[in-house]
């Protein structure tokens, strides 16, 4: 029953940007780890890590499936001993998803921000703020529980332009001799203009949160037919725009490319058990990016 929730796709990008070293980035999304979480599958994702250079990595959101994963002590140790283990070799950059500060009780969404979480992570030298080296610069924003949980009950635009406004203003005339990536869980509202244009100097947008629309990547024909749609988003929605793949975006005269990735779990632990069932239905998914 575990068999296709074992398997680890990767999908590989390559762009060839002039002035830039060759860098190789990995980017896995929504581990969405819990404490009937399968430990093989960390193993299963290192193991893929090394087959190939790896300079970078970035985990756009959901390492976590709820914050109550935390109080199991045990648990709880051995996801924070393999992510040492991993930033030991690796840069990792991680930004915060809607699962990894809330819980769920009766139906219900609560915000729980445990910094103590947070502070373990900075420990283990895992980037949670903003970055730059000699090859490239990370920008990032954590979108706050308004954004995911509120009145409209859907994802607010507002929301994520005053986080630009506040983050993201100042940002111009970006060097052209480095990669510039942006992180940002959500990707719902990457190709709106009003967003976009506080971002149009990056390279790359890099998100997840869509866990590939649960399409099935055995099927070719339909992941072809429905290009970066997908069959359902993370609020029900059916057929949502940006669920998965890569997408080119043209805004004056800069071009992005948004890579959604697919995610490690596709049906959280938090959904009712009826449903997380499904999940032995898909593969955990991986991108890399190659640089020149």
């Known amino acids: 029953m575990e068999l296709l929730n074992n398997l680890l796709q990767v999908k590989k990008y390559h762009f060839n940007i002039e002035g830039l070293p060759s860098l190789n980035i990995k980017v896995f999304s929504d581990l969405h780890y819990s404490e009937n979480f399968n430990i093989s599958k960390l193993d299963i994702i290192e193991q893929n890590l090394v087959k190939t250079k790896t300079d970078y990595i970035i985990i756009p959101g959901d390492l976590i499936d709820t914050i109550k994963v935390l109080q199991n002590q045990d648990k709880y140790l051995i996801l924070l001993n393999w992510l040492s283990k991993l930033s030991k070799k690796y840069k990792i950059f991680y930004t915060l998803g809607n699962h990894d500060f809330s819980y769920k009780e009766k139906g219900?969404?609560?915000?729980?921000?445990?910094?103590?979480?947070?502070?373990?992570?900075?420990?283990?030298?895992?980037?949670?703020?903003?970055?730059?080296?000699?090859n490239l610069i990370i920008r990032k924003i954590d979108l706050p529980y308004n954004y995911y949980f509120n009145v409209k009950k859907k994802e607010d635009k507002s929301v994520l332009l005053k986080e630009l406004k506040d983050n993201m203003a100042s940002l111009t005339n970006l060097p052209k001799n480095k990669l510039k990536i942006f992180v940002i869980h959500s990707p719902i509202y990457l190709i709106d203009n009003d967003i976009l244009s506080y971002l149009k100097e990056f390279d790359l947008i890099i998100s997840g949160h869509m866990h590939n629309g649960l399409v099935m990547p055995f099927l070719p024909f339909l992941n072809y037919a429905l290009g970066n749609r997908g069959l359902i988003s993370p609020s029900k929605g059916l057929l949502p725009k940006l669920a998965k793949g890569i997408k080119e975006i043209k805004i004056a005269n800069y071009k992005i490319n948004l890579i959604i990735s697919g995610g490690i779990t596709k049906i959280q632990d938090c959904t009712p058990k009826f449903i997380k069932w499904g999940n032995m239905a898909f593969v955990m998914q991986m991108d890399e990016i190659d640089i020149n």
Do not use: C, G
């Not at 219900?108 to 970055?131: G, P």
């Open 108 to 134: 219900k969404w609560y915000l729980k921000k445990d910094n103590s979480y947070l502070e373990d992570l900075k420990k283990i030298n895992i980037y949670l703020d903003n970055y730059e080296d000699n």
